[in-house]
């Protein structure tokens, strides 16, 4: 039943008008995914009251344009300033910005990009073909399950940050506090506020990323006594050509990184997690693990990957369900209530022109936006030919503004600018940033999951066994929390200890 | 010297001439507060107004709705309650029963005598639903079947499961009510947000929901899950509602409960500014896209400003207060 209904849907997306709305909102979208802070669901909100003279299906592929244009846009400042647009670029930091620090921002914007277009086409294409069933695999999915996978993220990243464990402990604990600050929704009360108003609202996740890695950074070149004078790069589109010869190599990581991606995606905020996850496997089963962190491409193309992949299955649950799979998924459902339309199961029968032209235009879509992006891989990695003095300043504007759009609050300004400077010291002092970031992104669905599954097995921890899903993910994760003990001993079993310790 | 005069009257006949017809207008932007987040049913009415007042230009300047989720919605309300000049007349707030239950659950300083009344728009029903396609094979057909089978599983392991949206919010002063009117005991489950909650039904992760019509439509439409009974005085007149029963109905019991969607301004917003936010809502409420919004959610229309709304937001304080006393959700 797909192709047919596929091609009806070509037939919608590719009007001249649906073109040239999709030329528009990925541009759009770019932009915004560039600007760290304003973020994909906050332009398409401000986009959304415009869309209402429009038909349904025009409008949607605008929105969607722009989503996919913010997915894309999002690697940029990743890559170029160490400042991630949307959580699920953080661990696209990890070695783009080492690489741009190289020189080579060219190879990791492309190979950022081409790896979000293949974990793209890879979600469409499943989309397409299988979605009513997905969507029945996604209710299986309550929070005993949900719970798990969060387990599963964690214990893949466990022991991959090398050095100190105890730093890292002491980081991912920071991270957990800092995450239940604000309201707790199991039982409605404020925790950790002390009276303050300003912190009712706890600490938002890109608001202390923008702090802890672009300001950090930028403390720490500062220091470096503005010796970074622009980094020489070729303006030339051949550096796409030269990185699309080495990407064949990482196909394993792809394929990884898509599944992934998708699998995490299509339940709601499974973006971020299925970037970190991506990122920790690729490194986990790297040849050269030791690279990792420090300018290795496959360390851009796993995390790219999944984000893309995840971005776009968070359509999933919106057109089969009616529940968002992401924040701008939940914008962009709002939108379809006041063109008249109801998400949920029953989308694809009222409205199959409407599902079809949607569905169509995410491959049109992501194909215009990767290619647009990528024409302009030559002028964005040559903004870092700009002298550090002129682009600091700029830098540090961005951030504020974006940290500013998070939640049209001053104070977020003022929190990046606390966040900056712990992320210096912990930099300073060698504590590692990432078991923060994943802690205070998944510390607080971690803890909503865990204790709607106790609330829901009247406080019994059989829940995440006895439940076939949840039980399986939960013995891969409580493996992986094993793994760095049991590998040394599995090496020494097979006569081979001179591998052990790598990771 | 000429020029200049000549454009000081102009200036003077372009200043003159609105106000001579006493009417205030906006000059910039209209923010649009959500003390809610995005996709929820509070942010959808709001969209859809600015949109619309967007289509038939009812407005000079646009309404740029902004979320301000924080602390159940609180972030918003202490916002807008600071709101003086120039910035409190660009200012309109659209409120759900986090108005009264989130100052009673946490002690936040907010009341709703703090704000500008505008404008009730509507009243949303809730509705208690349960799945079809349950693993043990139970069907409930009837909300009787169903609170038998509540009643039967009390205190042992298998409590039914009611999910709903926050804790010490509608959801569960409504779960509460319906335990204290019929001797029942549930396990309240609280989610995020409501398409979530009906979502978890349909996934038989719990047995029941209170969801809102709107929030469940299409599983129902799609045959997953069942209403059982309204939690209004009166059937919901529109389309199939018009076959579920009320809980009175159903069950003999008195378990009614109506949700706001109304419309506040900043402290003391002046009469004139106040009276072009009625008049812009009121114009909103006659479009057809509106009333087909309506329709399609069941929501109840339930247009009222000044006195009126003003009267039916103290009653409904005073519920809030007795109900929540009742369900031991008062900060103590």
């Not at chain 1, 073109?19 to 994909?40: D, E, R, W």
């Not at chain 1, 929390?481 to 310790?501: D, K, M, Y």
Request: net charge neutral.
């Amino acid at each position: 039943m797909g192709l047919e209904n596929l091609f009806h849907g070509f037939q919608i997306a590719v009007t001249p008008f649906n073109l040239f709305i999709t030329v528009l909102g990925i541009t759009l979208g770019t932009i915004i995914g560039v600007l760290p802070g304003l973020g994909g669901a906050n332009g398409v909100a401000i986009l959304l009251p415009l869309t209402f003279t429009m038909p349904p299906t025009s409008a949607i592929i605008l929105l969607t344009s722009l989503y996919w244009g913010a997915l894309f846009g999002g690697a940029i400042t990743s890559v170029l300033f160490n400042i991630p647009g949307e959580p699920w670029s953080v661990a696209t930091t990890f070695d783009g910005y080492p690489l741009a620090r190289q020189g080579q921002g060219g190879q990791a914007l492309t190979a950022a990009f081409t790896s979000s277009f293949v974990g793209a086409l890879f979600s469409i294409v499943l989309i397409t073909f299988f979605a009513p069933l997905l969507a029945e695999i996604a209710l299986r999915f309550g929070p005993p399950e949900f719970f798990a996978i969060q387990l599963l993220t964690f214990s893949s990243f466990i022991g991959l940050g090398g050095g100190d464990p105890l730093k890292s402990l002491v980081s991912i604990v920071l991270g957990f506090i800092l995450a239940a600050v604000g309201l707790d929704i199991v039982t409605g009360q404020l925790r950790m506020t002390f009276g303050f108003v300003d912190l009712m609202k706890g600490f938002d996740f890109i608001v202390a990323v923008i702090g802890l890695f672009g300001i950090g950074e930028i403390l720490l070149s500062v220091e470096e006594g503005l010796s970074f004078k622009g980094i020489r790069t070729s303006m030339n589109l051949r550096v796409v050509l030269d990185t699309w010869k080495v990407l064949p190599r990482y196909a394993r990581t792809f394929v990884r990184g898509a599944f992934i991606g998708f699998w995490m995606g299509f339940k709601p905020g499974g973006a971020t997690p299925a970037s970190f996850m991506s990122y920790a496997f690729a490194k986990r089963f790297s040849k050269h693990p030791e690279r990792f962190g420090k300018g290795e491409i496959e360390g851009v193309v796993a995390p790219e990957t999944a984000a893309h992949a995840a971005g776009v299955a968070a359509m999933l649950p919106m057109i089969t369900l009616g529940i968002p799979g992401s924040p701008t998924a939940a914008v962009m459902m709002g939108g379809l209530i006041i063109w008249g339309l109801q998400p949920g199961p029953m989308l694809f029968k009222d409205n199959p022109d409407f599902v079809w032209g949607l569905i169509a235009s995410m491959y049109t879509g992501n194909l215009i936006g990767v290619l647009m992006v990528l024409a302009f891989v030559p002028f964005f990695a040559s903004i870092l030919r700009i002298p550090f003095a002129i682009l600091t300043p700029l830098i540090v504007v961005i951030c504020a503004i974006g940290s500013y759009a998070v939640h049209n609050s001053m104070i977020d300004i003022w929190y990046m600018v606390i966040f900056g400077v712990v992320g210096y010291v912990f930099k300073k002092l060698d504590y590692p940033l990432a078991p923060l970031v994943l802690a205070l992104v998944l510390g607080d669905l971690a803890e909503n999951a865990l204790r709607q599954s106790l609330i829901m097995s009247q406080g019994s921890l059989a829940i995440f066994v006895t439940r076939p899903i949840a039980g399986a993910i939960t013995a891969v994760a409580l493996l992986f929390f094993a793994l760095p003990v049991l590998t040394p001993w599995w090496r020494r079993l097979r006569g081979n200890p001179t591998v052990a310790h790598e990771t | 010297m000429k020029l200049e005069a000549v454009l000081a009257i102009v200036l003077m006949l372009l200043i003159a001439v609105p106000a001579s017809a006493a009417a205030w207008e906006p000059t910039k932007p209209i923010e649009f507060v959500v003390p809610a987040g995005t996709g929820g049913g509070a942010d959808q009415m709001a969209r859809l107004i600015a949109g619309i007042a967007e289509k038939h230009k009812f407005s000079p300047r646009p309404l740029l709705v902004i979320n301000k989720a924080g602390a159940a919605g609180a972030e918003g309300f202490i916002d807008v309650k600071g709101r003086k000049g120039d910035a409190r007349d660009h200012t309109i707030i659209i409120t759900l029963s986090n108005l009264f239950t989130t100052p009673l659950h946490n002690n936040l300083p907010f009341n709703w005598r703090d704000y500008t009344p505008i404008a009730r728009l509507a009243l949303d029903q809730f509705i208690l639903w349960v799945s079809t396609t349950r693993p043990d094979k139970k069907d409930f057909k009837t909300a009787k079947e169903y609170i038998a089978a509540v009643k039967e599983q009390m205190g042992k392991p298998e409590q039914m499961k009611m999910a709903g949206t926050g804790s010490a919010q509608e959801d569960q002063i409504l779960t509460i009510q319906l335990e204290q009117a019929l001797g029942l005991k549930f396990t309240y489950v609280p989610f995020r947000g409501g398409g979530e909650v009906c979502v978890n039904l349909v996934g038989n992760h719990v047995d029941s929901t209170v969801n809102n019509p709107i929030e469940c439509v299409s599983h129902w439409r799609a045959g997953r899950v069942r209403p059982l009974a309204v939690f209004d005085t009166a059937r919901i007149p529109v389309g199939e509602w018009k076959d579920i029963p009320t809980v009175k109905e159903a069950l003999g019991a008195d378990v009614s409960y109506l949700m706001l969607r109304g419309i506040f301004g900043p402290p003391s917003m002046p009469k004139e500014v106040a009276a072009w936010y009625v008049a812009l809502l009121q114009k909103v409420s006659e479009t057809p896209e509106w009333k087909k919004y309506m329709d399609d959610g069941a929501l109840k229309p339930a247009f009222a400003t000044g006195l009126e709304y003003v009267k039916w937001v103290e009653e409904n304080e005073t519920l809030h207060k007795e109900l929540m006393a009742k369900g031991g959700l008062l900060k103590k």
